[in-house]
Protein backbone atom coordinates (compact mmCIF):
# COMPACT_ATOMS: atom_id res chain seq x y z
CA UNK A 1 0.00 0.00 0.00
CA UNK A 2 0.84 3.62 -0.83
CA UNK A 3 1.60 5.67 1.84
CA UNK A 4 0.36 9.50 1.15
CA UNK A 5 1.87 10.60 4.78
CA UNK A 6 4.95 8.93 6.28
CA UNK A 7 6.86 10.31 9.16
CA UNK A 8 9.60 8.68 10.87
CA UNK A 9 11.75 9.71 14.30
CA UNK A 10 10.32 13.32 14.55
CA UNK A 11 11.11 15.09 17.49
CA UNK A 12 10.85 18.84 18.41
CA UNK A 13 11.93 20.50 21.55
CA UNK A 14 10.79 23.80 22.79
CA UNK A 15 12.68 26.26 25.15
CA UNK A 16 10.82 24.68 28.12
CA UNK A 17 9.62 21.20 26.93
CA UNK A 18 10.10 18.42 24.78
CA UNK A 19 6.99 18.46 22.49
CA UNK A 20 8.17 15.31 20.14
CA UNK A 21 10.48 12.79 20.93
CA UNK A 22 10.29 10.76 17.99
CA UNK A 23 6.59 10.11 16.46
CA UNK A 24 6.46 7.56 13.88
CA UNK A 25 3.19 7.32 11.38
CA UNK A 26 2.36 5.84 8.56
CA UNK A 27 -0.74 6.67 6.30
CA UNK A 28 -1.81 4.74 3.35
CA UNK A 29 -2.94 6.55 0.71
CA UNK A 30 -7.18 7.24 0.77
CA UNK A 31 -7.40 6.47 4.70
CA UNK A 32 -7.85 8.01 7.72
CA UNK A 33 -5.60 8.48 10.71
CA UNK A 34 -6.84 9.60 14.29
CA UNK A 35 -3.91 11.09 16.37
CA UNK A 36 -6.14 10.68 19.70
CA UNK A 37 -4.28 12.10 22.87
CA UNK A 38 -5.00 14.88 25.90
CA UNK A 39 -3.62 18.29 25.60
CA UNK A 40 -0.27 19.17 24.97
CA UNK A 41 0.50 15.46 23.55
CA UNK A 42 2.21 16.58 20.65
CA UNK A 43 -0.59 16.41 18.19
CA UNK A 44 -0.68 20.03 17.37
CA UNK A 45 3.12 20.04 16.77
CA UNK A 46 2.90 16.76 14.42
CA UNK A 47 0.29 18.54 12.29
CA UNK A 48 2.39 21.94 12.28
CA UNK A 49 5.63 19.91 10.87
CA UNK A 50 3.89 17.61 7.97
CA UNK A 51 1.83 20.82 6.99
CA UNK A 52 5.16 22.46 6.74
CA UNK A 53 4.79 24.99 9.14
CA UNK A 54 6.96 24.20 11.93
CA UNK A 55 10.74 22.39 10.99
CA UNK A 56 11.40 19.17 13.35
CA UNK A 57 14.41 19.12 15.38
CA UNK A 58 15.31 15.87 13.63
CA UNK A 59 13.76 13.14 11.68
CA UNK A 60 12.11 13.29 8.27
CA UNK A 61 8.47 13.15 6.88
CA UNK A 62 7.32 12.87 3.66
CA UNK A 63 3.63 14.00 2.69
CA UNK A 64 1.97 12.90 -0.58
CA UNK A 65 5.25 12.21 -1.92
CA UNK A 66 7.17 14.84 -0.88
CA UNK A 67 9.88 16.16 2.05
CA UNK A 68 8.55 18.81 4.34
CA UNK A 69 12.12 19.81 4.87
CA UNK A 70 13.28 19.86 1.16
CA UNK A 71 10.49 20.32 -1.16
CA UNK A 72 8.17 22.15 1.42
CA UNK A 73 6.25 23.99 -1.45
CA UNK A 74 5.53 20.88 -3.26
CA UNK A 75 4.09 19.70 -0.04
CA UNK A 76 1.72 22.89 0.25
CA UNK A 77 0.53 22.26 -3.23
CA UNK A 78 -0.65 18.93 -1.98
CA UNK A 79 -2.27 19.50 1.21
CA UNK A 80 -5.24 21.19 2.90
CA UNK A 81 -5.14 22.32 6.57
CA UNK A 82 -7.69 23.14 8.86
CA UNK A 83 -5.94 24.28 12.24
CA UNK A 84 -7.29 24.49 15.72
CA UNK A 85 -8.79 27.98 15.04
CA UNK A 86 -11.32 28.01 12.45
CA UNK A 87 -8.65 30.38 10.25
CA UNK A 88 -11.07 32.24 8.78
CA UNK A 89 -10.93 35.99 8.07
CA UNK A 90 -13.54 37.39 10.17
CA UNK A 91 -13.57 40.75 8.18
CA UNK A 92 -14.99 39.00 4.38
CA UNK A 93 -17.91 36.65 4.01
CA UNK A 94 -18.04 33.48 3.34
CA UNK A 95 -17.53 33.58 -0.53
CA UNK A 96 -14.75 36.39 -0.46
CA UNK A 97 -13.00 34.18 1.96
CA UNK A 98 -13.29 30.93 -0.30
CA UNK A 99 -12.47 32.97 -3.39
CA UNK A 100 -9.27 34.44 -1.90
CA UNK A 101 -7.97 31.11 -0.87
CA UNK A 102 -9.01 30.16 -5.00
CA UNK A 103 -7.04 32.96 -6.47
CA UNK A 104 -4.07 32.35 -4.39
CA UNK A 105 -4.04 28.49 -5.47
CA UNK A 106 -3.76 29.85 -9.08
CA UNK A 107 -7.85 28.82 -10.06
CA UNK A 108 -8.22 31.99 -12.43
CA UNK A 109 -10.62 34.39 -11.53
CA UNK A 110 -13.98 32.22 -12.87
CA UNK A 111 -12.30 29.26 -11.46
CA UNK A 112 -11.94 30.54 -7.87
CA UNK A 113 -15.33 31.70 -8.12
CA UNK A 114 -16.56 28.52 -9.61
CA UNK A 115 -15.25 26.56 -6.72
CA UNK A 116 -16.41 28.86 -3.83
CA UNK A 117 -19.95 28.30 -5.09
CA UNK A 118 -19.59 24.39 -5.80
CA UNK A 119 -18.03 24.28 -1.70
CA UNK A 120 -20.70 26.55 0.15
CA UNK A 121 -23.08 24.84 -1.52
CA UNK A 122 -21.28 21.16 -0.52
CA UNK A 123 -21.05 22.33 3.25
CA UNK A 124 -23.99 24.16 3.22
CA UNK A 125 -23.46 28.01 3.46
CA UNK A 126 -24.97 29.35 0.34
CA UNK A 127 -27.47 31.05 2.48
CA UNK A 128 -24.89 32.43 4.28
CA UNK A 129 -22.54 32.99 1.63
CA UNK A 130 -22.60 37.06 1.06
CA UNK A 131 -22.24 37.09 5.28
CA UNK A 132 -19.36 38.44 7.40
CA UNK A 133 -17.95 35.51 8.32
CA UNK A 134 -17.72 36.75 12.52
CA UNK A 135 -21.60 36.62 12.27
CA UNK A 136 -21.23 32.88 11.57
CA UNK A 137 -21.88 30.09 14.14
CA UNK A 138 -19.26 28.18 15.45
CA UNK A 139 -20.37 25.30 13.30
CA UNK A 140 -20.64 27.66 10.61
CA UNK A 141 -16.79 28.77 10.83
CA UNK A 142 -15.86 24.86 11.11
CA UNK A 143 -17.84 24.37 8.07
CA UNK A 144 -16.50 26.97 6.06
CA UNK A 145 -12.66 26.55 7.69
CA UNK A 146 -13.04 22.73 6.09
CA UNK A 147 -14.42 24.34 2.85
CA UNK A 148 -11.18 26.23 2.94
CA UNK A 149 -8.21 23.30 3.20
CA UNK A 150 -10.40 22.00 -0.10
CA UNK A 151 -10.27 24.59 -2.36
CA UNK A 152 -7.48 23.06 -4.23
CA UNK A 153 -9.11 19.26 -4.10
CA UNK A 154 -5.73 18.38 -2.37
CA UNK A 155 -5.34 14.96 -1.76
CA UNK A 156 -4.17 15.18 1.81
CA UNK A 157 -5.88 17.14 4.37
CA UNK A 158 -4.78 18.01 7.96
CA UNK A 159 -7.61 18.61 10.12
CA UNK A 160 -6.49 20.09 13.77
CA UNK A 161 -9.57 18.79 16.45
CA UNK A 162 -12.05 19.56 13.41
CA UNK A 163 -14.94 19.86 16.27
CA UNK A 164 -13.33 20.99 19.50
CA UNK A 165 -15.82 23.57 21.19
CA UNK A 166 -19.03 22.61 18.66
CA UNK A 167 -22.29 21.14 20.14
CA UNK A 168 -23.49 17.47 19.27
CA UNK A 169 -25.71 18.30 16.32
CA UNK A 170 -22.33 20.70 14.55
CA UNK A 171 -20.29 17.86 15.59
CA UNK A 172 -22.35 15.08 13.69
CA UNK A 173 -22.87 17.51 10.38
CA UNK A 174 -19.05 17.95 10.41
CA UNK A 175 -18.50 14.43 10.80
CA UNK A 176 -20.56 13.95 7.79
CA UNK A 177 -18.97 16.12 5.72
CA UNK A 178 -15.37 14.65 6.63
CA UNK A 179 -17.06 11.57 5.83
CA UNK A 180 -18.20 12.40 2.73
CA UNK A 181 -14.46 14.03 1.42
CA UNK A 182 -12.74 10.57 2.66
CA UNK A 183 -15.39 8.61 0.44
CA UNK A 184 -13.85 10.75 -2.78
CA UNK A 185 -9.96 9.75 -1.50
CA UNK A 186 -8.42 12.09 0.50
CA UNK A 187 -6.02 11.12 2.91
CA UNK A 188 -6.96 12.64 6.31
CA UNK A 189 -4.77 12.76 9.16
CA UNK A 190 -7.02 14.06 12.42
CA UNK A 191 -6.59 14.73 15.34
CA UNK A 192 -8.79 14.94 18.26
CA UNK A 193 -9.80 14.49 21.82
CA UNK A 194 -12.40 12.91 21.56
CA UNK A 195 -12.57 9.08 21.74
CA UNK A 196 -16.11 8.63 19.52
CA UNK A 197 -15.10 11.03 17.33
CA UNK A 198 -11.59 8.54 16.29
CA UNK A 199 -13.98 5.40 16.37
CA UNK A 200 -16.02 7.09 13.75
CA UNK A 201 -13.55 8.85 11.46
CA UNK A 202 -10.85 6.62 11.41
CA UNK A 203 -9.61 3.81 9.90
CA UNK A 204 -6.68 3.23 12.21
CA UNK A 205 -6.30 5.28 15.19
CA UNK A 206 -2.21 6.47 16.69
CA UNK A 207 -2.60 6.94 20.30
CA UNK A 208 -0.25 9.95 21.92
CA UNK A 209 1.45 10.55 24.90
CA UNK A 210 4.14 12.38 26.06
CA UNK A 211 5.46 13.12 22.29
CA UNK A 212 5.47 9.36 21.20
CA UNK A 213 3.04 7.26 19.50
CA UNK A 214 2.29 4.76 22.31
CA UNK A 215 -0.21 2.80 20.68
CA UNK A 216 -1.04 2.09 16.98
CA UNK A 217 -3.88 0.27 14.97
CA UNK A 218 -7.31 0.10 14.02
CA UNK A 219 -10.22 0.87 16.58
CA UNK A 220 -10.86 -2.86 16.56
CA UNK A 221 -7.30 -3.79 17.43
CA UNK A 222 -6.44 -1.23 20.40
CA UNK A 223 -10.10 -2.01 22.25
CA UNK A 224 -8.70 -5.83 21.60
CA UNK A 225 -5.97 -4.75 23.65
CA UNK A 226 -7.52 -3.91 26.60
CA UNK A 227 -9.72 -6.71 26.85
CA UNK A 228 -11.88 -9.26 25.19
CA UNK A 229 -16.04 -7.96 25.70
CA UNK A 230 -18.09 -8.28 28.51
CA UNK A 231 -21.39 -9.33 29.48
CA UNK A 232 -23.73 -7.24 31.71
CA UNK A 233 -26.07 -9.22 33.46
CA UNK A 234 -28.41 -7.58 35.90
CA UNK A 235 -30.90 -9.37 37.93
CA UNK A 236 -34.35 -8.30 38.87
CA UNK A 237 -34.11 -9.63 42.43
CA UNK A 238 -31.18 -8.96 44.21
CA UNK A 239 -30.93 -12.37 45.94
CA UNK A 240 -30.63 -14.29 42.64
CA UNK A 241 -27.18 -12.34 41.99
CA UNK A 242 -25.21 -15.29 43.36
CA UNK A 243 -27.48 -17.87 41.52
CA UNK A 244 -26.85 -16.69 38.71
CA UNK A 245 -23.54 -15.73 38.96
CA UNK A 246 -22.22 -19.21 39.54
CA UNK A 247 -24.94 -20.23 36.43
CA UNK A 248 -22.77 -18.30 34.65
CA UNK A 249 -19.41 -19.67 35.98
CA UNK A 250 -19.54 -22.39 33.41
CA UNK A 251 -19.15 -20.16 30.41
CA UNK A 252 -16.98 -17.21 31.84
CA UNK A 253 -13.56 -16.92 31.42
CA UNK A 254 -12.47 -15.41 34.83
CA UNK A 255 -14.48 -15.44 37.80
CA UNK A 256 -17.67 -13.07 37.55
CA UNK A 257 -17.36 -9.40 39.06
CA UNK A 258 -20.00 -7.83 40.90
CA UNK A 259 -20.96 -4.00 40.43
CA UNK A 260 -22.32 -1.45 42.87
CA UNK A 261 -25.61 -1.94 43.54
CA UNK A 262 -26.23 -5.51 44.54
CA UNK A 263 -28.04 -6.26 41.41
CA UNK A 264 -25.47 -6.58 38.79
CA UNK A 265 -22.24 -8.43 37.65
CA UNK A 266 -20.23 -8.89 34.76
CA UNK A 267 -18.33 -11.77 33.66
CA UNK A 268 -15.77 -11.72 30.82
CA UNK A 269 -16.68 -14.10 27.74
CA UNK A 270 -14.23 -15.59 25.20
CA UNK A 271 -14.87 -14.46 21.82
CA UNK A 272 -17.64 -15.17 19.56
CA UNK A 273 -21.23 -14.82 19.52
CA UNK A 274 -21.66 -18.66 20.62
CA UNK A 275 -20.65 -17.81 24.01
CA UNK A 276 -23.65 -15.11 24.40
CA UNK A 277 -25.91 -17.74 23.07
CA UNK A 278 -24.77 -20.37 25.96
CA UNK A 279 -24.74 -17.72 28.54
CA UNK A 280 -28.46 -16.79 27.81
CA UNK A 281 -29.62 -20.47 27.92
CA UNK A 282 -27.58 -21.16 31.42
CA UNK A 283 -29.61 -18.50 33.03
CA UNK A 284 -33.01 -19.45 31.40
CA UNK A 285 -32.19 -23.19 32.93
CA UNK A 286 -31.33 -21.59 36.36
CA UNK A 287 -34.86 -19.62 36.35
CA UNK A 288 -33.51 -16.36 37.02
CA UNK A 289 -35.65 -13.40 35.95
CA UNK A 290 -33.29 -10.92 34.03
CA UNK A 291 -33.55 -7.27 34.05
CA UNK A 292 -30.97 -6.43 31.97
CA UNK A 293 -28.52 -8.63 29.31
CA UNK A 294 -25.55 -6.64 27.69
CA UNK A 295 -22.90 -6.97 25.45
CA UNK A 296 -20.39 -4.60 26.61
CA UNK A 297 -17.06 -3.71 24.11
CA UNK A 298 -14.78 -1.73 25.47
CA UNK A 299 -14.95 1.40 24.72
CA UNK A 300 -12.30 3.46 23.27
CA UNK A 301 -12.08 5.75 26.45
CA UNK A 302 -11.24 2.32 28.12
CA UNK A 303 -8.23 1.99 25.73
CA UNK A 304 -7.13 5.11 26.30
CA UNK A 305 -7.31 5.65 30.06
CA UNK A 306 -5.57 1.76 29.99
CA UNK A 307 -2.57 2.79 27.78
CA UNK A 308 -2.07 6.70 29.37
CA UNK A 309 -2.16 4.97 32.26
CA UNK A 310 -4.71 7.20 33.98
CA UNK A 311 -7.16 4.74 34.90
CA UNK A 312 -7.92 6.31 38.61
CA UNK A 313 -8.14 9.56 37.33
CA UNK B 1 6.64 36.33 -11.58
CA UNK B 2 3.55 36.72 -13.29
CA UNK B 3 1.90 34.55 -10.28
CA UNK B 4 3.60 36.49 -7.34
CA UNK B 5 1.63 39.62 -8.86
CA UNK B 6 -1.45 38.03 -8.92
CA UNK B 7 -0.86 36.94 -5.44
CA UNK B 8 -0.22 39.97 -4.22
CA UNK B 9 -3.16 41.81 -5.81
CA UNK B 10 -5.23 39.39 -4.74
CA UNK B 11 -4.17 40.02 -1.22
CA UNK B 12 -4.10 43.71 -1.30
CA UNK B 13 -7.64 43.70 -2.48
CA UNK B 14 -8.62 41.22 0.74
CA UNK B 15 -7.22 44.60 2.72
CA UNK B 16 -8.94 46.93 0.88
CA UNK B 17 -11.98 44.84 1.75
CA UNK B 18 -10.98 45.31 5.39
CA UNK B 19 -10.75 49.03 4.96
CA UNK B 20 -13.84 49.53 3.40
CA UNK B 21 -15.63 47.68 6.48
CA UNK B 22 -13.59 49.04 9.05
CA UNK B 23 -13.40 52.85 8.08
CA UNK B 24 -12.58 53.64 11.49
CA UNK B 25 -8.94 52.78 10.70
CA UNK B 26 -7.96 55.60 8.80
CA UNK B 27 -8.88 57.56 12.31
CA UNK B 28 -6.50 55.51 13.95
CA UNK B 29 -3.41 56.65 11.53
CA UNK B 30 -4.82 60.46 11.43
CA UNK B 31 -6.25 61.59 14.37
CA UNK B 32 -3.12 62.35 16.46
CA UNK B 33 -1.16 64.48 13.09
CA UNK B 34 -4.76 65.86 12.28
CA UNK B 35 -4.73 66.96 16.15
CA UNK B 36 -0.95 68.29 15.87
CA UNK B 37 -2.14 70.30 12.85
CA UNK B 38 -5.26 71.98 14.65
CA UNK B 39 -3.45 72.46 18.19
CA UNK B 40 0.06 73.38 16.83
CA UNK B 41 -0.55 74.89 13.61
CA UNK B 42 -3.59 76.78 14.84
CA UNK B 43 -4.43 77.30 17.86
CA UNK B 44 -0.60 77.97 19.26
CA UNK B 45 0.53 78.72 16.00
CA UNK B 46 1.34 82.70 16.70
CA UNK B 47 2.63 81.41 20.02
CA UNK B 48 6.00 79.21 18.51
CA UNK B 49 8.16 80.94 16.87
CA UNK B 50 10.73 79.62 14.03
CA UNK B 51 13.48 81.42 12.38
CA UNK B 52 12.81 82.13 8.66
CA UNK B 53 9.07 81.55 8.51
CA UNK B 54 5.54 80.28 9.70
CA UNK B 55 5.29 77.76 12.34
CA UNK B 56 2.85 76.03 10.32
CA UNK B 57 4.96 75.43 7.35
CA UNK B 58 7.86 73.98 9.55
CA UNK B 59 5.23 71.71 11.33
CA UNK B 60 3.61 70.32 8.70
CA UNK B 61 6.64 68.24 7.46
CA UNK B 62 6.25 66.33 11.15
CA UNK B 63 2.93 65.86 10.98
CA UNK B 64 3.28 63.84 7.52
CA UNK B 65 6.24 61.67 9.64
CA UNK B 66 3.90 61.28 11.91
CA UNK B 67 1.04 59.43 10.18
CA UNK B 68 4.29 57.41 9.11
CA UNK B 69 4.66 56.50 13.19
CA UNK B 70 1.27 55.85 13.67
CA UNK B 71 0.93 53.35 11.40
CA UNK B 72 4.02 51.44 12.84
CA UNK B 73 1.31 50.18 15.89
CA UNK B 74 -1.45 49.78 13.08
CA UNK B 75 0.16 46.97 11.51
CA UNK B 76 1.91 45.68 14.02
CA UNK B 77 -1.43 44.93 15.83
CA UNK B 78 -2.87 43.72 12.58
CA UNK B 79 0.00 41.39 12.61
CA UNK B 80 0.26 40.00 16.00
CA UNK B 81 -4.25 39.89 15.78
CA UNK B 82 -3.56 37.52 12.38
CA UNK B 83 -1.01 34.96 14.37
CA UNK B 84 -3.68 34.75 17.15
CA UNK B 85 -6.38 33.57 15.08
CA UNK B 86 -4.75 30.81 12.71
CA UNK B 87 -4.88 33.15 9.70
CA UNK B 88 -1.55 33.53 9.40
CA UNK B 89 -0.82 29.63 9.43
CA UNK B 90 -3.68 29.19 6.89
CA UNK B 91 -1.97 31.62 4.44
CA UNK B 92 1.69 30.03 5.59
CA UNK B 93 0.68 26.40 4.28
CA UNK B 94 -0.48 27.95 0.68
CA UNK B 95 2.47 27.54 -1.99
CA UNK B 96 1.56 31.37 -2.13
CA UNK B 97 5.13 33.24 -1.85
CA UNK B 98 5.30 34.42 1.43
CA UNK B 99 7.02 37.50 0.16
CA UNK B 100 3.79 38.16 -1.43
CA UNK B 101 1.41 37.94 1.75
CA UNK B 102 3.83 40.86 3.58
CA UNK B 103 3.90 43.09 0.53
CA UNK B 104 0.59 43.19 0.13
CA UNK B 105 -0.05 44.21 3.79
CA UNK B 106 2.55 47.05 3.93
CA UNK B 107 1.25 48.07 0.20
CA UNK B 108 -1.59 47.67 1.60
CA UNK B 109 -1.43 50.13 4.67
CA UNK B 110 0.56 52.35 2.46
CA UNK B 111 -2.49 53.36 1.03
CA UNK B 112 -4.08 53.87 4.33
CA UNK B 113 -0.82 55.93 5.29
CA UNK B 114 -1.79 58.31 2.18
CA UNK B 115 -5.78 58.58 2.62
CA UNK B 116 -4.03 60.18 6.22
CA UNK B 117 -1.31 62.38 4.54
CA UNK B 118 -3.79 63.61 2.15
CA UNK B 119 -6.39 64.86 4.96
CA UNK B 120 -3.84 66.20 7.21
CA UNK B 121 -2.70 68.52 4.22
CA UNK B 122 -5.84 69.25 3.12
CA UNK B 123 -6.40 70.71 7.00
CA UNK B 124 -3.37 72.44 6.54
CA UNK B 125 -3.88 73.94 4.04
CA UNK B 126 -7.25 74.94 5.13
CA UNK B 127 -5.29 76.68 7.79
CA UNK B 128 -2.83 78.41 5.52
CA UNK B 129 -0.05 75.96 4.47
CA UNK B 130 1.43 76.93 0.80
CA UNK B 131 4.34 75.16 0.14
CA UNK B 132 5.70 77.41 -2.52
CA UNK B 133 8.82 74.91 -4.29
CA UNK B 134 6.78 74.01 -7.41
CA UNK B 135 4.79 71.28 -8.24
CA UNK B 136 8.01 68.60 -9.10
CA UNK B 137 9.38 69.90 -5.78
CA UNK B 138 6.08 69.34 -3.42
CA UNK B 139 5.85 65.78 -5.01
CA UNK B 140 9.22 64.85 -4.25
CA UNK B 141 8.44 66.07 -0.16
CA UNK B 142 5.85 63.77 -0.49
CA UNK B 143 6.87 60.66 -1.94
CA UNK B 144 9.65 61.02 0.79
CA UNK B 145 6.89 61.18 3.28
CA UNK B 146 5.41 58.23 1.56
CA UNK B 147 9.10 55.97 1.38
CA UNK B 148 9.33 56.93 4.85
CA UNK B 149 6.11 55.23 5.76
CA UNK B 150 6.76 52.44 4.24
CA UNK B 151 9.90 51.52 5.77
CA UNK B 152 8.27 52.36 8.46
CA UNK B 153 5.77 49.13 7.41
CA UNK B 154 7.99 46.93 7.48
CA UNK B 155 8.97 47.91 10.72
CA UNK B 156 5.87 47.59 12.84
CA UNK B 157 5.30 44.33 10.74
CA UNK B 158 8.64 43.29 12.62
CA UNK B 159 7.76 44.55 15.49
CA UNK B 160 4.26 42.69 15.47
CA UNK B 161 6.17 39.49 14.48
CA UNK B 162 8.47 40.02 17.70
CA UNK B 163 6.06 40.89 20.31
CA UNK B 164 3.15 39.18 19.45
CA UNK B 165 0.95 40.15 22.31
CA UNK B 166 -1.66 42.83 20.46
CA UNK B 167 -2.22 44.15 24.54
CA UNK B 168 1.44 44.98 24.80
CA UNK B 169 2.02 46.45 20.93
CA UNK B 170 -0.95 48.85 21.53
CA UNK B 171 1.13 50.58 24.71
CA UNK B 172 4.29 49.96 22.20
CA UNK B 173 2.40 51.95 19.59
CA UNK B 174 2.43 55.28 22.01
CA UNK B 175 5.44 55.19 22.79
CA UNK B 176 6.61 54.59 19.40
CA UNK B 177 4.16 57.49 18.44
CA UNK B 178 5.31 60.24 21.08
CA UNK B 179 9.21 59.45 21.30
CA UNK B 180 9.46 59.70 17.74
CA UNK B 181 7.17 63.28 17.25
CA UNK B 182 9.31 64.51 20.06
CA UNK B 183 12.85 63.35 20.29
CA UNK B 184 13.45 64.85 16.51
CA UNK B 185 12.93 68.07 15.30
CA UNK B 186 9.45 67.12 13.53
CA UNK B 187 8.03 69.57 15.73
CA UNK B 188 10.35 71.51 17.54
CA UNK B 189 13.71 72.88 16.17
CA UNK B 190 16.40 70.98 18.20
CA UNK B 191 17.97 74.39 19.48
CA UNK B 192 16.60 74.25 23.04
CA UNK B 193 17.89 70.12 23.89
CA UNK B 194 20.53 69.23 26.00
CA UNK B 195 23.36 68.78 24.26
CA UNK B 196 23.59 65.07 24.55
CA UNK B 197 19.81 64.71 23.48
CA UNK B 198 20.47 67.41 20.91
CA UNK B 199 23.02 64.71 18.73
CA UNK B 200 20.18 62.03 19.52
CA UNK B 201 17.32 63.71 18.00
CA UNK B 202 19.34 64.89 15.34
CA UNK B 203 20.54 61.40 13.99
CA UNK B 204 16.78 60.30 14.14
CA UNK B 205 15.95 59.56 10.91
CA UNK B 206 12.76 60.95 11.20
CA UNK B 207 14.37 64.80 12.11
CA UNK B 208 16.19 63.70 8.49
CA UNK B 209 12.81 63.24 6.84
CA UNK B 210 11.27 66.66 8.45
CA UNK B 211 14.55 68.23 7.75
CA UNK B 212 14.54 66.97 3.73
CA UNK B 213 10.50 67.36 3.53
CA UNK B 214 10.43 71.26 4.44
CA UNK B 215 13.66 71.56 2.17
CA UNK B 216 11.58 70.45 -0.25
CA UNK B 217 8.50 72.34 0.27
CA UNK B 218 10.11 75.61 1.15
CA UNK B 219 9.17 75.66 4.82
CA UNK B 220 11.64 77.08 7.47
CA UNK B 221 14.64 75.07 8.57
CA UNK B 222 16.19 74.19 12.07
CA UNK B 223 19.20 76.07 12.31
CA UNK B 224 22.16 73.80 11.34
CA UNK B 225 24.90 72.44 13.42
CA UNK B 226 27.49 71.74 10.74
CA UNK B 227 26.58 67.58 11.03
CA UNK B 228 25.96 65.72 7.98
CA UNK B 229 22.77 65.64 8.81
CA UNK B 230 21.77 68.97 9.56
CA UNK B 231 23.58 70.19 5.86
CA UNK B 232 21.77 67.62 3.71
CA UNK B 233 19.38 66.07 4.73
CA UNK B 234 17.73 64.63 2.13
CA UNK B 235 20.78 62.02 1.29
CA UNK B 236 21.00 61.21 5.04
CA UNK B 237 17.29 60.22 5.02
CA UNK B 238 17.65 58.32 2.11
CA UNK B 239 20.74 56.59 3.24
CA UNK B 240 19.00 55.53 6.73
CA UNK B 241 15.96 54.99 5.31
CA UNK B 242 17.75 51.83 3.24
CA UNK B 243 19.66 51.17 5.82
CA UNK B 244 16.79 50.22 7.90
CA UNK B 245 14.66 48.43 5.05
CA UNK B 246 18.29 46.66 4.87
CA UNK B 247 17.57 45.49 8.40
CA UNK B 248 13.87 44.83 8.46
CA UNK B 249 12.96 43.58 5.50
CA UNK B 250 15.27 40.52 5.78
CA UNK B 251 14.24 40.19 9.39
CA UNK B 252 10.41 40.53 8.75
CA UNK B 253 10.29 37.99 6.45
CA UNK B 254 12.52 35.35 8.14
CA UNK B 255 10.53 36.19 11.28
CA UNK B 256 6.89 35.54 9.64
CA UNK B 257 8.70 32.48 7.91
CA UNK B 258 9.90 30.64 10.89
CA UNK B 259 6.50 32.13 13.01
CA UNK B 260 5.09 29.89 15.50
CA UNK B 261 1.79 30.17 17.47
CA UNK B 262 3.00 30.98 21.39
Redesign the interface.
Known amino acids: MNAAIEAEGLRKSYSDHHALNGVNLSVAAGTVLGVLGPNGAGKTTTV?IL????RPDSGRAVVAGHDVLREP?EV??R?G?A??????????TGR?NLV??G????LGKQGARDRAAELLARFELTDAADR?TRTYSGGMRRRLDLA?CLVSSPPVVFLDEPTTGLDPSSRATLWRMIRDQVASGVTVLLTTQYLEEADVLADRIAVVDHGVVIAEGTPDELKRKVGAEWLEVTVAHGRDLSAAASALSCVAAMPPREAAGGKSFSVRLPDGMGAVATAATALETAGIEIAGFALRRPSLDDVFLHLTGQEHS | MNGVLVDTTALIGRHLLHLRRTPTRILGVTLTPLTMVLVLGYMLNKAISVRGGDYLGYMMAGVGAQVALACVGSIAIGTATSLRNGLVDRFRSLPTSRGAILVAHTVSDLGLAAIGICIASIVGALLGWRPDTGVLSIAAGFGLLLLFTYVMLWFGLLLGLSVRSPEALGALSGLVLVCGSFLSNAFVPLDGLPGWLRVVAEWNPISAVSSACRQLWGGPMSASTGSVVSEHPLPAALVMLAVIAAVTVPLSCRAYHAAEPR
Open positions: RATLARRRILGQYAAVDEQLELLTLLRLA
